[in-house]
């Protein structure tokens, strides 16, 4: 047995197979159950890294019963957190917990297994979003490795504490956390969960502007990882360098290394790491104006995150996701604001629309994803307007048929200058459509009836209402009764539950104003 551990610490695994078989051999012989129920656990582990999957159950499970008959309480809570494990890792949660918590029932008067139980049992509340949980059972880890003195098991636990703590944004405590696991990590020697530490504390020196203490500390961390040919920890320490220098305006350093980090999770294969740093580097793009290159690394992000796999990353894949979409409302919003800036009479007009057409969508009972939808499709819903000319739309009195029919262009234009972003969500037809009428007197394409997306059926009476309630280079703004009669009498250009549901959730806001 002792050999077999060594073997395997050496990463002799071949060997590693050969002794733990041998133990188990030998204990049958010498009737020594306790050393065959630790042997088959341990084999069970390997086969499980070799993605041997039912031997490894199998194993465990005989290693379970062997402990149970033998009464011995720690050994059997071993098997079952291996066995939850397990269960983790092939996605079954519940039956994952339910085996963390039969383990700890058992084995938790051994402080060390109780540690390492409560560490697997934060790690799950973890990718399920429940960081209050998490931080809960990472405490009880952090007791129960305190009592058995396990200096190695202390670290991961202040390092979990740390991020769970970051995500929580309770900066004070990721900080000291991130410190006393540095302190410990360095006392043991384990090289890589230093350069760990380094990092993810300087993701917290980010978030609390320390800039010039989070480059050193992923500077340092990056030195470590390169010297341990850790290419995916790499790419990690690249993002927050990149991070870094965007923030600090140093946009081609920070160009530069995304654009590393983004090669060396491509290299690696991860998913988590590619998907966060494309979406770094379109936050640096949107701040360069780069909104076109911007929008299409945040639907590869998008394609990225969809594939995320919370069993595998170790992360809230919820959370994420949601974070993404911030950072795609904020792009589309500040270009959507950026063309209404050459106009200072229809500045805030997209946020109102955005506003109105959510309104509208939640009272026609529009799921989150068509709501999602229809607030992005109201920030672009006007793009197009950067290529008509600046003399046209602010041109204070009525406009001629010519001039009239370069504005008809600019849904068309709209959907020409996004040609080259697939978004995750349909925007185009609302974009495209926004100004076709139920009656089939609209533009750029004469649509009629229920050939009109609804979203753009939505985003037109949203549109119609700003226009007709703020004051236009043409005309002052009506007052909202004159611009619900006008509207009363063009309804038909809109269908009939779109303009019930707008007069449902848009007029009685307004009026409640």
Not at 163 to 188: C, K, Y
Not at 377 to 392: C, E, F, R, S, T
Not at 436 to 443: I, T, V
């Amino acid at each position: 047995m002792h050999e077999a551990r060594a073997q395997e610490r050496a990463g002799a695994i071949a060997k590693a197979f050969e002794s733990y078989r041998a133990a188990v051999a030998e204990a049958v012989t010498a009737g020594a159950a306790s050393v065959e129920a630790e042997a088959l656990r341990r084999l069970a582990v390997l086969h499980h890294h070799r993605n041997e999957r039912d031997t490894a159950r199998g194993l465990g499970g005989r290693s379970l019963a062997i402990a149970q008959e033998i009464g011995d309480q720690v050994l059997a809570g071993e098997a079952l957190n291996v066995l939850g494990g397990f269960a983790f890792e092939s996605g079954a949660m519940d039956e994952a917990r339910g085996r963390y918590q039969e383990a700890l029932g058992l084995g938790g008067t051994d402080p060390g297994l109780r540690g390492r139980i409560e560490q697997n049992l934060g790690i799950l509340a973890n990718i399920q979003g429940d960081h209050a949980q998490a931080m809960l059972h990472y405490r009880r880890a952090l007791e129960g490795f305190d009592v058995s003195g396990d200096r190695k098991g202390q670290a991961i636990a202040h390092h979990n504490l740390g991020m769970v703590s970051a995500d929580r944004q309770s900066w004070e405590d990721a900080d000291q956390h991130f410190r006393q696991s540095l302190e410990i990590t360095r006392q043991v020697g384990d090289v890589h969960l230093e350069g760990l530490c380094l990092l993810n504390h300087s993701e917290v020196h980010v978030a609390r502007q320390r800039f010039e203490e989070a480059r050193v500390n992923a500077e340092q961390a990056l030195a470590i990882f390169d010297r341990l040919g850790a290419r995916l920890d790499k790419a990690d320490a690249y993002k927050v360098l990149g991070v870094v220098y965007r923030e600090t305006g140093r946009f081609t350093l920070a160009e530069s290394r995304l654009q590393a980090a983004i090669e060396q999770a491509v290299a690696t294969g991860s998913v988590l790491s590619e998907a966060e740093a494309s979406r770094e580097l379109a936050r640096l793009y949107q701040t360069s104006g780069r909104n076109q290159e911007a929008l299409q690394l945040l639907n590869a992000a998008h394609r990225l995150f969809s594939r995320l796999d919370a069993r595998v990353d170790l992360v809230d894949v919820t959370s994420k996701t949601n974070r993404l979409e911030e950072t795609y409302f904020a792009v589309v919003r500040d270009w959507g604001q950026s063309i209404e800036s050459a106009d200072s009479y229809t500045f805030g007009h997209c946020e109102r629309v955005a506003t109105y057409a959510v309104a509208v969508a939640e009272a026609l009972g529009a799921d989150q994803t068509q709501i999602t939808t229809i607030r992005m499709g109201a920030y672009l819903h006007d793009v197009g307007k950067v290529k008509v000319p600046h003399q046209i739309l602010n041109k204070p009195g009525k406009l001629t048929d010519d001039e009239f029919a370069v504005i008809k262009r600019h849904p068309v234009w709209g959907v020409e200058l996004l040609a080259s972003v697939e978004f995750p969500w349909d925007l185009k037809p609302i974009i495209r459509s926004h100004h076709e009428r139920y009656d089939g007197n609209g533009y750029p394409d004469r649509l009629k009836g229920d050939e009109i997306p609804l979203g753009a059926q939505i985003i037109c009476i949203v549109d119609v209402y700003d226009a007709l309630t703020t004051t236009r280079s043409y005309r002052g703004a009506m007052s909202h009764a004159d611009a619900l009669a006008r509207m009363d009498a063009d309804r038909h250009w809109w269908r009939p539950d779109v303009y019930t549901a707008f007069l449902r959730s848009v007029v009685a806001s307004a009026i409640a104003a």
